[in-house]
C-alpha cells in the first residue's frame, strides 16, 4: 500500500492499475476504492453499492471508482472494519453492532424498538442534525468516518426445529447474534442464551447445530441459505437493523471539492435506491423461501415486547445516548 501510495501522489493521482489502493495525491487525485461487504451479489446492498461506484467514475470523469468484494472476501465485519481504520482498505458495509464496539453511543440505534419500521429509521440515520457528531465521532480515534446508513429490515428470529410463539418456546436453544454485548442481552431477554459470531459461520453453524436459532432480514434468510437449515422463520419483528457505510477519513480528506461533492450526491442516490430495492427484495425473498420449505408464523409479539422493553433503559447509560434516543423517538410518526 505504501507504494501504491507513493506512485498515486507522483503520478498525479491516477488509479492504481493492479487493484491496490490507490490513495489521491496533493492535488485531490483519485482511486479505486475497495469496499469490503458480507452479502451475496444478489442482495440490495450489492447492487445499490455496484451502481453507486459507476455513477461515482462518471461523475468525476473516472477519478474515483468502487470495486465492491462481496461474500466477506475481505473479511468479516470486525476485521473489515479493522482493515477500514488501517487503510488497506477503503470502504466497507459494517453492521451498527461492529460500531456499537467502538463508540456507545451507536448502541441507542441498535436497541430492539427505536425504530417503527425503514421510513421511520431512514428519516433518523439520514438527519445531520441527528447524527451529525455521531458519524465523525470515529475520526480521531480510528480514522473512520461514517456516511450513512442502508436499512436491514425488520429482523425476526428463525429456528431449525419448528416456529416459536413465546420467548418460553426459546428456552435452552442456542441462538446466534452478532459481536454485540446488547445483542447478547437482547437473546437472553427473549429467553434463549446468546452466542456471537460471524455472519459468514453462520449456515455451517446452523447446519451442524452449533446454534440452533438466528435472527435477521427475509433478504439475509433468502440470500444466504438459511432457509435450508433452519427453516422456521417467527415473526418477532424485535428490531429494525442498520448498516453503516464506512470510509477511511484520510481517503475522503483527499477529495477535492468538486469529488466530494459527486461522493456525497451519488451516495445518497444509492441509499435511497437501497430502500427502494428493500421492499420488492423482501417480498421475493419470502416467496422464494416458502417455494425452498420455509414456513412463516406470527408469534404472541406483546410477550417479545415486554421482555424486550427493559433494554433501553439499561443500555443507555450516558446523556448523548439518551439525546439520541430521545431525537429517534422524536422522529417517528
Ligand atoms: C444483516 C446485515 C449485515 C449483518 C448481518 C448479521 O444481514 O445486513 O450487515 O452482518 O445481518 O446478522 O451479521
Same mark, same amino acid.
Given at each position: 500500500?505504501?507504494?501504491?501510495?507513493? #506512485?498515486? $501522489?507522483?503520478?498525479?493521482?491516477?488509479? +492504481?492499475? /493492479?487493484?491496490?489502493?490507490? $490513495?489521491?495525491?496533493?492535488?485531490?487525485?483519485?482511486?479505486?476504492?475497495?469496499?469490503?461487504?458480507?452479502?451475496?451479489?444478489? *442482495? @440490495?446492498?450489492?447492487?445499490?453499492?455496484?451502481?453507486?461506484?459507476?455513477?461515482?467514475?462518471?461523475?468525476?470523469?473516472?477519478?474515483?471508482?468502487? %470495486? !465492491?468484494?462481496?461474500?466477506?472476501?475481505?473479511?468479516?465485519?470486525?476485521?473489515?472494519?479493522?482493515?477500514?481504520?488501517?487503510? +488497506?482498505?477503503?470502504?466497507?458495509?459494517?453492521?451498527?453492532?461492529?460500531?456499537?464496539?467502538?463508540?456507545?453511543?451507536?448502541?441507542?440505534?441498535?436497541?430492539?424498538?427505536?425504530?417503527?419500521?425503514?421510513? *421511520?429509521?431512514?428519516?433518523?440515520?439520514?438527519?445531520?442534525?441527528?447524527?451529525? %457528531?455521531?458519524?465523525?465521532?470515529?475520526?480521531?480515534?480510528?480514522?473512520?468516518? !461514517?456516511?450513512?446508513?442502508?436499512?436491514?429490515?425488520?429482523?425476526?428470529?428463525?429456528?431449525?426445529?419448528?416456529?416459536?410463539?413465546?420467548?418460553?418456546? #426459546?428456552?435452552?436453544?442456542?441462538?446466534?447474534?452478532?459481536?454485540? &454485548?446488547?445483542?447478547?442481552?437482547?437473546?437472553?431477554?427473549?429467553?434463549?442464551?446468546?452466542?456471537?459470531? $460471524?455472519?459468514?459461520?453462520?449456515?455451517?453453524?446452523?447446519?451442524?447445530?452449533?446454534? /440452533?436459532?438466528?435472527?435477521?432480514?427475509?433478504?439475509?434468510?433468502?440470500?444466504?441459505?438459511?432457509?435450508?437449515?433452519?427453516?422456521?422463520? +417467527?415473526?418477532?419483528? *424485535?428490531?429494525?437493523?442498520?448498516?453503516? #457505510?464506512?470510509?477511511?477519513? &484520510?481517503?475522503?480528506?483527499?477529495? +477535492?471539492?468538486?469529488?466530494?461533492?459527486?461522493?456525497?450526491?451519488?451516495?445518497?442516490?444509492?441509499?435511497? =435506491? *437501497?430502500?427502494? #430495492?428493500?421492499?420488492?427484495?423482501?417480498?421475493?425473498?419470502?416467496?422464494?423461501?416458502?417455494?425452498?420449505?420455509?414456513?412463516?408464523?406470527?408469534?404472541?409479539?406483546?410477550?417479545?415486547?415486554?421482555?424486550? =422493553? @427493559?433494554?433501553?433503559?439499561?443500555?443507555?447509560?450516558?446523556?448523548?445516548?439518551?439525546?439520541?434516543?430521545? $431525537?429517534?423517538?422524536?422522529?417517528?410518526?
Amino acid at each position: 500500500t505504501a507504494t501504491a501510495l507513493t #506512485l498515486a $501522489a507522483c503520478g498525479g493521482g491516477e488509479t +492504481s492499475g /493492479d487493484g491496490e489502493t490507490a $490513495a489521491a495525491g496533493g492535488d485531490g487525485g483519485g482511486a479505486t476504492m475497495r469496499l469490503a461487504l458480507n452479502q451475496t451479489e444478489e *442482495h @440490495p446492498s450489492f447492487i445499490a453499492l455496484d451502481n453507486f461506484g459507476q455513477r461515482l467514475e462518471e461523475a468525476t470523469e473516472g477519478r474515483y471508482s468502487i %470495486d !465492491v468484494y462481496p461474500n466477506e472476501t475481505l473479511g468479516a465485519q470486525a476485521e473489515a472494519l479493522q482493515l477500514v481504520s488501517d487503510g +488497506s482498505v477503503d470502504m466497507a458495509i459494517v453492521s451498527g453492532t461492529q460500531l456499537e464496539n467502538l463508540n456507545e453511543d451507536f448502541l441507542v440505534f441498535n436497541l430492539p424498538k427505536v425504530f417503527d419500521d425503514v421510513e *421511520h429509521q431512514m428519516r433518523v440515520v439520514n438527519d445531520e442534525a441527528i447524527v451529525g %457528531d455521531l458519524y465523525a465521532s470515529l475520526e480521531e480515534s480510528n480514522n473512520v468516518t !461514517v456516511l450513512g446508513g442502508f436499512t436491514q429490515g425488520a429482523r425476526s428470529v428463525y429456528t431449525t426445529d419448528g416456529p416459536i410463539e413465546t420467548p418460553a418456546d #426459546l428456552a435452552g436453544k442456542k441462538l446466534r447474534v452478532q459481536e454485540s &454485548d446488547l445483542h447478547i442481552a437482547m437473546a437472553e431477554a427473549m429467553g434463549a442464551s446468546a452466542t456471537p459470531m $460471524a455472519f459468514g459461520e453462520l449456515y455451517t453453524g446452523l447446519q451442524s447445530g452449533v446454534v /440452533d436459532a438466528a435472527e435477521n432480514n427475509e433478504v439475509s434468510f433468502w440470500t444466504q441459505k438459511h432457509y435450508e437449515v433452519a427453516p422456521y422463520w +417467527s415473526y418477532t419483528n *424485535h428490531l429494525v437493523g442498520l448498516d453503516y #457505510l464506512i470510509i477511511n477519513s &484520510d481517503l475522503l480528506a483527499e477529495m +477535492s471539492e468538486e469529488d466530494r461533492a459527486a461522493f456525497d450526491a451519488e451516495w445518497t442516490a444509492a441509499y435511497e =435506491e *437501497h430502500t427502494e #430495492l428493500w421492499a420488492t427484495a423482501t417480498e421475493e425473498a419470502i416467496a422464494n423461501a416458502k417455494a425452498g420449505g420455509a414456513t412463516f408464523t406470527e408469534v404472541d409479539e406483546a410477550a417479545f415486547a415486554e421482555v424486550l =422493553e @427493559p433494554l433501553a433503559e439499561e443500555f443507555i447509560t450516558s446523556e448523548s445516548q439518551q439525546a439520541l434516543y430521545d $431525537a429517534a423517538r422524536a422522529a417517528a410518526e
